[in-house]
């Protein structure tokens, strides 16, 4: 009974603080959104240098594990074979991981950065269409998987091998002892991976939100408006809540392989129908410029101000925050996905892998939009400067087929928006559960409604800085747990294999 309790308070709690978020941000929306502002001037100020540090140590982190002598380690029983296929748990940890934020930033992160040009070509410039991609392969490459690698690592080391609550604090038993879920410390991190799920989903679910209008309004005229959004929301969030509830088995990996399938119909078709050469040859460039800028741009932090200082707090530093924010939930999906699979196979599956299919997306999507510029088709720049979650409709004004192609990105933001809602409706069910893998369905209905309030919430407040800041402040505090995690993680590896012939 004393277990169930305090299992009941740190739900009720979660769920009172951030119901008064949501509140606060429906009643007072210009006094949320003030607030908010000053939180992101803050904390991209004085604490960029951190993200950037803690996200490299992310990178580095699973990669070694991979490569050392643990990579043969199977994250469950020695003999345990995985639960799904290799198809189905690529697609359900791709949806899951960024599927919303790729189509929405695909064609529109590229332009804005041809126009604002941070590493110094002339704006406008094929150059700075070269650095362009080079910075969008950057901000969806291989960081932010780590941090949900590292998560997830940790949390089915702890899970499957040592019979550890699939909770966040379980992370840190090496540090707070065997039982660190039922400490105080456990307790408030538990508490502080809810929040940090339900703001980096909530800025997820509000971009998903826009971008569906805005391919509503180019394809029937629906206006943009707050009731729009409403509708969106609730429609969506009745699927996603539905999908959650009937179990990993159904709806979520069936979500996830429409998903694949309809990423790879709509890549393949613009790559047939649009500047094909131009893509082939942006990928093979905008690999070669990751790759060798890759240690510069890990450390970049413009200290001495200028325009790139800006653009760092704006891109970088919230994408680096967004996906600490993320990792809680990702971390915890993917590692319940991912049991009997070798640590080396889950770093290939979930580090190397996504971000190879990243660079694939942004050089389809945004190497055409990039090209159409480039040429003067379209004016796509000036339109994304207007509104960022236009871009890809805009660009497909200037496709043959443009019109089905619009209808099956609208379909695809839908089933990217379900499959994070659903997941994510699914981990905050588990963790507000004592780590429960099959968590009550009344708490995911609760948890699904909480979640859709919330982005309603940060888009009344203003739109896409809100959704932005709520990522920053959730990812501030987590990513010393994250941290942390990675050292017990290691320590208790050593600690069960003392000798490399063990493994």
């Excluded at 991981?97 to 406008?124: D, K, N």
């Excluded at 979650?389 to 805009?394: E, N, T």
């Excluded at 499959?419 to 968590?439: A, H, K, V």
């Amino acid at each position: 009974m004393d277990a169930l309790k305090r299992d009941n308070s740190t739900y009720y709690l979660s769920i009172a603080i951030i119901s008064l978020l949501v509140l606060a941000g429906l009643i007072f929306p210009e006094t949320f959104g003030a607030v908010s502002n000053k939180i992101f001037g803050f904390l991209s100020k004085f604490l960029g240098w951190w993200y950037m540090l803690a996200m490299n140590l992310f990178v580095a982190f699973p990669l070694i594990l991979a490569l050392s002598r643990f990579g043969k380690l199977t994250l469950g029983e020695e003999n345990a074979k995985p639960e799904f296929s290799t198809l189905a748990w690529f697609g359900m940890l791709f949806g899951s991981g960024m599927g919303v934020g790729l189509v929405f930033y695909g064609v529109g992160e590229p332009l804005y950065h041809l126009a604002s040009a941070p590493f110094g070509a002339e704006p406008g410039t094929p150059q700075a269409a070269e650095d362009a991609l080079r910075a969008a392969f950057f901000h969806w490459g291989l960081h932010p998987w780590a941090s949900y690698a590292v998560i997830a690592l940790c949390l089915a080391y702890f899970q499957y091998r040592k019979g550890a609550p699939g909770l966040i604090s379980s992370l840190l038993s090496p540090i707070l002892g065997q039982n660190a879920n039922k400490s105080v410390a456990g307790r408030l991190i538990d508490l502080l991976a809810i929040f940090a799920t339900v703001a980096g989903i909530a800025t997820s679910l509000g971009l998903a939100v826009m971008q569906i209008n805005s391919g509503l309004k180019y394809m029937f005229g629906v206006p943009q408006n707050v009731v729009t959004w409403i509708a969106i929301l609730v429609i969506l969030a009745v699927i996603y809540v539905g999908t959650a509830v009937s179990g990993l088995n159904k709806g979520i990996r069936w979500l996830g392989n429409l998903n694949l399938a309809l990423a790879a119909i709509l890549s393949v078709a613009l790559f047939l129908l649009g500047p094909t050469l131009a893509i082939v040859e942006s990928f093979v460039t905008g690999v070669g410029n990751y790759l060798s800028n890759l240690v510069h741009q890990s450390f970049d932090l413009a200290p001495y101000g200028g325009p790139r200082k800006a653009w760092l707090a704006d891109w970088t530093v919230f994408f680096w925050a967004w996906w600490m924010a993320w990792a809680p939930f990702v971390g915890s999906f993917i590692a319940r996905i991912s049991r009997g699979r070798t640590i080396r196979q889950f770093v290939a599956g979930v580090l190397i892998a996504p971000a190879l299919g990243c660079f694939c997306w942004f050089s389809v999507f945004g190497g055409t939009a990039l090209e159409m510029e480039l040429n003067g088709i379209g004016n796509l720049a000036a339109q994304i400067n207007e509104d960022l979650s236009f871009g890809v409709f805009a660009m497909y004004q200037q496709i043959t087929a443009g019109g089905l192609m619009s209808a099956l990105m609208v379909i695809l933001i839908c089933t990217f928006f379900i499959t994070s809602g659903n997941s994510s409706t699914f981990t905050l069910s588990m963790y507000s559960s004592e780590g429960n893998l099959n968590p009550p369905k009344k708490r995911m209905l609760i948890w699904g409604v909480i979640q859709g309030a919330f982005a309603l919430a940060l888009l009344l407040s203003g739109g896409l800085k809100p959704l932005q800041i709520a990522s920053i402040a959730a990812a501030a505090p987590f990513s010393i747990i994250m941290v942390l995690a990675c050292f017990c993680l290691w320590r208790s590896l050593v600690k069960e294999f003392p000798r490399a012939d063990v493994i």
